[in-house]
C-alpha cells in the first residue's frame, strides 16, 4: 500500500528566508507525485505535479520540487518566502491505472511566516 | 479549464437529521470524481470516489453513501448524522489521464 510522511507538522520561517518542506513516500513502482497548498477553510489547490522525465520540477508561486527516487523524496523549495506563502501545504502520491487514480495524501505541513 | 462547484459553504445540523451535500463540476466530460473529508487538524480521509455515473466505490465503512446520477454531479449523503461526521467535505474531480485532481473550495459540515 502507498504511503505518504511529511515529517514537519509545524515549520516557521522568516519572511524573504528560504522553505524547504519534505516528503517521503511509499510506492511499489513509479508513482505520480503532487503537491497541493491549503488557505484556511478553502480548497487545496495545485502548486505542482512530477509524472515522468526532469526530476525538478516547477510550479505555480514560485515552488519547486525535487523527485529523487533513491530517497523516496519529494522535497518541496521556494527560495523566498512572501507572507502570503502562510497555508498547510500537502504531499500526495498516485500511480496511473490504479483503480480510481487515488492519491494518498501526507498529514501535511503548516508554514507560518514571520515578518 | 475544470471548475468545481460545491454547495452549501457552510451547513449546522442536528443530530440525526439527514444530509446531501452537492458537487458538480464543469469543463470535463466523463471525470473520475472524490469526495474526501478533513477532520480538524488532520489530513485528508478520501471517502467515496466515482469512474462513472451510477459507478461508486466506498473507501472506508461509515454512516454516508454517495452516488453520481449524472457525468459531472456527485452527492454525499446520509440519512442520520452522527457527531463524528463533523468535518470539512471536499469533493475533488480528475479529468484524464495524466491530469491531477482539482478541488472545490469545501464545505464545512458542523454537528450539533
Known amino acids: 500500500a502507498q504511503s505518504v510522511t511529511q515529517p514537519d507538522i509545524h515549520i516557521t520561517v522568516s519572511e524573504g528566508a528560504s522553505l524547504e518542506l519534505r516528503c517521503n513516500y511509499s510506492?511499489?513502482?513509479?508513482?505520480?507525485l503532487f503537491w497541493y497548498v491549503q488557505s484556511p477553510g478553502q480548497g487545496l489547490q495545485l502548486l505542482l505535479k512530477?509524472?515522468?522525465?526532469?526530476?525538478l520540477v516547477q510550479g505555480i508561486k514560485g515552488f519547486e520540487a525535487e523527485f529523487k527516487r533513491s530517497q523516496s523524496s519529494f522535497n518541496l523549495r521556494k527560495p523566498s518566502v512572501h507572507w502570503s506563502d502562510a497555508a498547510e501545504y500537502f504531499c500526495?502520491?498516485?500511480?496511473?491505472?490504479?483503480?480510481?487514480?487515488?492519491?494518498?495524501f501526507g498529514g501535511g505541513t503548516r508554514v507560518l511566516v514571520k515578518p | 479549464s475544470q471548475t468545481i462547484h460545491q454547495w452549501p459553504a457552510t451547513l449546522v445540523q442536528p443530530v440525526g437529521s439527514p444530509l446531501s451535500l452537492e458537487c458538480t463540476v464543469e469543463?470535463?466530460?466523463?471525470?473520475?470524481l472524490y469526495w474526501y473529508r478533513q477532520a480538524a487538524g488532520r489530513g485528508l480521509q478520501l471517502l467515496f470516489y466515482?469512474?462513472?455515473?451510477?459507478?461508486i466505490s466506498s473507501e472506508v465503512p461509515q454512516n454516508l453513501s454517495a452516488s453520481r446520477p449524472q457525468d459531472r454531479q456527485f452527492i454525499l449523503s446520509s440519512k442520520k448524522l452522527l457527531l463524528s461526521d463533523s468535518g470539512f467535505y471536499l469533493c475533488?474531480?480528475?479529468?484524464?489521464?495524466?491530469?491531477?485532481?482539482?478541488f472545490g473550495d469545501g464545505t464545512r459540515l458542523s454537528i450539533l
Open positions: 500526495a502520491v498516485g500511480a496511473a491505472g490504479a483503480a480510481g487514480n487515488k492519491l494518498t
Open positions: 510506492y511499489g513502482a513509479t508513482p505520480y
Open positions: 512530477y509524472f515522468s522525465g526532469d526530476t
Open positions: 469543463g470535463t466530460s466523463n471525470p473520475n
Open positions: 466515482s469512474v462513472g455515473i451510477g459507478q
Open positions: 475533488a474531480c480528475k479529468g484524464g489521464v495524466n491530469q491531477p485532481q482539482h
